[in-house]
């Protein structure tokens, strides 16, 4: 019994001694595989880190690009306001006209581009100076824009000469003459200058008209107004409401046109056409 204990005692011994290395082996296997998981738990958690803090930098880039966009923005808002006060504050320099000019000045006054055309025909670019004293030619010129240095100075040229001819003549153009309301020549149909009774035949049919003349802007201008469609006495008034308009005079109520003839007697007969105002324009 003895024996067999001990024989007992010494497997159990031997078996022990043989599952020690495996054990051994065993345990750091574990410990190995653990050593590794901590590394990469190390590892993930330090790039996890640096992910975080480049995200971190790169949100405080854009807000400081963005920062600077405002601020660059408001400098050069404040920058435009600043040159719109310095334009606002600055002193209107004023042209002193010498006193050797200023009899010239007073005979140009108002006189504008009367008498003056401009003319572009062809190779001809020039202002064209045609100067008038009762309806006829005191002076004609031509001022070139190629000869006087251009479009302006050739103009100015232009001005300066026909102010030296009105002057020099004694000439008040008719937009500057203080006459009475109205001014009666006997060369005119109506009795008053500038309108005139027009008859016409065209295309076998008989064309009556009352027509103003008037200058505007250095030309001459023609309004005319049918018999037909206004009455005779009503383009009458027409016309010399254009006229009186054009020359910044009031229009006189007393005026009343002349007598038709007797041809336009019967021609108004034929047509129904009244004498007196059909239609007068507002």
């Known amino acids: 019994m003895v024996k067999k204990k001990q024989i007992k005692k010494q497997v159990k011994k031997k078996q022990l001694k043989s599952k020690a290395p495996v054990k051994k082996k065993v345990v750091a296997k574990k410990k190995a595989v653990a050593k590794k998981a901590v590394a990469r738990k190390a590892v993930a958690k330090k790039a996890m880190a640096k992910k975080v803090v480049a995200k971190k930098k790169a949100v405080a880039k854009k807000k400081v690009v963005a920062k600077k966009k405002v601020v ?20 209107v320099t004023k042209k002193v006209v010498s006193t050797s000019r200023k009899p010239a000045a007073k005979a140009g006054k108002g006189l504008g581009l009367t008498y003056i055309t401009r003319m572009d025909h062809g190779n001809t670019h020039g202002w ?60 005119s149909t109506s009795g008053v200058v500038g309108v005139t009774l027009s008859v016409a035949e065209k295309a076998g049919s008989l064309r009556v008209h009352w027509s ?71």
């Open 72 to 91: 660059a923005k408001k400098k050069a808002v404040a920058k435009k306001k600043a040159a719109k006060k310095a334009v606002a504050r600055r002193p």
């Open 212 to 282: 103003a003349r008037f200058m505007d802007k250095g030309r001459q201008r023609n309004v005319s107004f049918s018999v037909r469609k206004y009455g005779y006495e009503g383009a009458f008034r027409n016309a010399l409401k254009v006229r009186f308009t054009a020359i910044g005079r009031s229009l006189p109520r007393s005026l009343k046109p002349p007598a038709p003839s007797k041809m336009l007697e019967r021609w108004m007969k034929k047509q129904n056409i009244n004498l007196d105002i059909n239609r007068v324009t507002r």
């Open 128 to 187: 064209w100076v045609r100067v008038y004293k009762d309806s006829k030619p005191v002076e004609s010129k031509l001022f070139s824009d190629g000869v006087h240095g251009g479009k302006l100075k050739a103009k100015k040229m232009a001005q300066d000469h026909r102010d030296l001819v009105v002057k020099k003549n004694k000439i008040v153009p008719v937009h500057l003459r203080k006459t009475r309301e109205h001014s009666v020549d006997k060369r």
